[in-house]
């Protein structure tokens, strides 16, 4: 059955989509729960029915078409959860603590930096995950303000996520459905994110200069700080770190083994052998591990997401989407980029940026078959999607981890209060990320 140019299923699928987002704003239900009835609800209503398999066989390829995305993730999880129990990044985080002297704003833009540095290449979840424990000992110490640091270190992890295909679930994503080199995405989208960084930098320190002006931290407070006492096990250090290491120059350079070799290397293949050779050499319990390493909320939820966005794709949704956008700008490039840019930055403010970020790679392959020029229009989503990341304490799965640890250590982020501060950024960093952009493409 037919509405319009769009089919029952259609229709449906964008109702489902319509109904996730609904849920995820209101937080009145937890966001594992809404995505997975979701899918379960596209499943039962034959959604992805064809003649040649069931409903669910479909639903399921979607979830099997990004099994590398998931095992990336997972295999960071470990890999860095092991490492990190060498206590090197605590010890690193108090050795910036000493080396700015507690000053408030140069431990902010440190800090800041630490985070874009971690995230370029650990991934932004590993990287809140790493950092959101340390920074609320600082916080609880120095009895720092708890939302400008807060606020610095999602949106760097966010905007950081652009970096490297490494660096975030989207930009992964994006880069292996399209084909994008690592080197690749780091000239594109990795130059601009700096200049990003710079800006956002300068918007923390100017709207949060009076929470940070009142903070007065004194000698003996940094003294009890000793980065040598944070490094709790050195034999992980010693073996762990470089088998992390290895495992980025991997992912980094396995196009140019690819080219000297033939050898094929995927990142979930290269994080699994890191992390399950760790847990060989040190002999961890591998259930303890599964249990405290793994967070399993962020796997179900892109699991249902897959299933729920692959559902706008299985009907013609997103094609009709590239569509419209074209009929909108009457295919101009400039009317795209700009659309793309500053769009994705906005919508992604309000929605999980994963889903977005999905369908719009599907839009974007639609317009090229359309005889399209769509390159830059990788890259504006790509910076686009990041930087709406940060908008909210929803856009992304990281702020998500951040502020549910923060709300553990009884410090509770008001949504509109957040969003009031974050959605400005958003908006001048979209302009700044589209103004590069058109300078390099277009002009």
């Known amino acids: 059955m037919e509405t319009g140019s769009l089919t029952l299923y259609a229709l449906i699928s964008i109702f489902t989509l319509l109904a996730v987002y609904v849920f995820l704003i209101s937080e009145k239900i937890h966001k594992v729960i809404v995505v997975m009835l979701a899918a379960a609800l596209l499943i039962f209503l034959q959604v992805f029915r064809t003649p040649e398999h069931s409903s669910q066989t479909g639903a399921l390829e979607y979830v099997k078409n990004n099994l590398d995305v998931l095992g990336f993730i997972i295999g960071m999880m470990i890999l860095v959860g092991v490492v990190r129990e060498s206590g090197i990044f605590e010890s690193l985080a108090i050795r910036l603590v000493k080396f700015t002297q507690g000053k408030p704003r140069l431990l902010l833009v440190v800090f800041a930096y630490l985070t874009l540095m971690m995230t370029t290449f650990l991934s932004n979840i590993p990287t809140i995950l790493i950092l959101s424990p340390v920074l609320l000992v600082l916080i609880r110490e120095l009895k720092l303000p708890y939302l400008p640091y807060f606020f610095v270190m999602i949106t760097m992890a966010n905007i950081g996520g652009a970096m490297?295909?490494?660096?975030?679930?989207?930009?992964?994503?994006?880069?292996?459905?399209?084909?994008l080199g690592f080197m690749e995405v780091v000239s594109n989208s990795g130059m601009i994110v700096l200049i990003?960084?710079?800006?956002?930098?300068?918007?923390?320190?100017?709207?949060?200069?009076?929470?940070?002006?009142?903070?007065?931290?004194?000698?003996?407070?940094?003294?009890?700080?000793?980065?040598?006492?944070?490094?709790?096990?050195?034999?992980?250090?010693?073996?762990?770190?470089?088998?992390?290491?290895?495992?980025?120059l991997l992912m980094i350079g396995r196009e140019a083994i690819f080219n000297k070799t033939g050898v094929t290397l995927d990142n979930a293949t290269i994080t699994f052998a890191g992390a399950f050779l760790l847990l060989f050499i040190f002999e961890k319990e591998v259930k303890h591990v599964l249990e405290h390493m793994i967070d399993w909320e962020i796997i179900f939820f892109f699991t249902g997401l897959f299933i729920v966005v692959g559902s706008l794709e299985f009907t013609g949704v997103i094609h009709k989407l590239a569509d419209v956008m074209i009929t909108l700008t009457h295919g101009n490039s400039n009317a795209l980029l700009f659309f793309i840019t500053v769009g994705s930055g906005t919508l992604s403010t309000f929605i999980d940026n994963v889903p977005y970020n999905i369908a719009m790679v599907g839009?974007?392959?639609?317009?090229?078959?359309?005889?399209?020029?769509?390159?830059?229009?990788?890259?504006?989503?790509?910076?686009?999607?990041?930087?709406?990341?940060?908008?909210?304490?929803i856009g992304a799965a990281c702020n998500v981890i951040a502020f549910g640890q923060a709300e553990q250590a009884k410090l509770h982020t008001v949504f509109l209060k957040y969003l009031v501060v974050a959605f400005p950024l958003v908006?001048?960093?979209?302009?700044?990320?589209?103004g590069a952009l058109y300078l390099r493409y277009l002009s």
């Open 164 to 179: 490297t295909p490494i660096s975030d679930p989207t930009t992964y994503y994006q880069a292996k459905t399209v084909g």
């Open 363 to 393: 839009a974007i392959k639609a317009m090229a078959a359309s005889g399209i020029f769509v390159y830059p229009l990788w890259w504006a989503l790509n910076l686009g999607t990041s930087i709406g990341g940060a908008g909210s304490p």
């Open 196 to 248: 990003l960084s710079v800006v956002t930098v300068l918007y923390t320190l100017l709207v949060f200069r009076k929470p940070l002006a009142r903070v007065h931290i004194k000698a003996k407070d940094i003294e009890m700080f000793d980065p040598k006492s944070a490094i709790k096990n050195r034999k992980i250090l010693a073996v762990g770190m470089p088998v992390l290491i290895l495992a980025i």
């Open 427 to 434: 908006l001048i960093n979209s302009l700044v990320a589209y």
